[in-house]
């Protein structure tokens, strides 16, 4: 059984705050205002992993009202993401996402985001694809008032 889900994920950026994209720390002067570490793309993997697997959202098994994921690393709810889906018999086919974030570039990470998601989900990196765009300084990505990310999961039983 092969079955695809999509996620999205958006956060405010604000000022001396650590950018988190992909499990690595992008260098800023913003960073995304959230609960965990605000790591967009990987919030909008873990949606579509869940979605595909008709697992509900990250919001279900991760709630920001909960003090335990409070600044979590994102890496950590990628995991166990990961995990939820191996319990269900589901191995990941592969992901692609988009990252929609005005400044800073980010392409020069793309490789090193590929690399380390690789890693925490178990698959090669060239199952991963990371794409990277502006809003051309249109809406709230533009005006450099948050960053969002789309991913699609392929997964398979």
Not at 11 to 30: A, C, P, R, V, Y
Not at 131 to 145: C, D, S
Request: charged share 25%; hydrophobic share 40%; glycine share 8%.
């Amino acid at each position: 059984m092969i079955r695809i889900g999509n996620g999205y994920d958006v956060h405010k950026l604000g000022d001396g705050i650590d950018l988190w994209i992909g499990g690595i720390k992008i260098d800023s002067n913003k960073g995304a205002i959230a609960h965990s570490d605000g790591d967009a793309l990987i919030h909008a993997i873990c949606d579509a992993l869940l979605g595909a697997a008709a697992l509900k959202d990250i919001g279900n098994h991760f709630p920001d009202s909960e003090i335990q994921y409070k600044n979590i690393d994102s890496k950590i709810l990628l995991r166990k993401t990961v995990d939820l889906l191996a319990e269900k018999g589901y191995l990941i086919v592969n992901i692609d996402s988009v990252v929609c974030l005005q400044q800073p570039k980010i392409n020069t990470y793309t490789d090193e985001m590929q690399k380390c998601l690789a890693k925490i989900m178990n698959i090669d990196t060239d199952r991963i694809s990371i794409k990277a765009t502006t809003a051309e300084k249109l809406g709230f990505i533009g005006r450099e008032e948050g960053i969002a990310a789309y991913a699609v999961a392929l997964i398979e039983k």
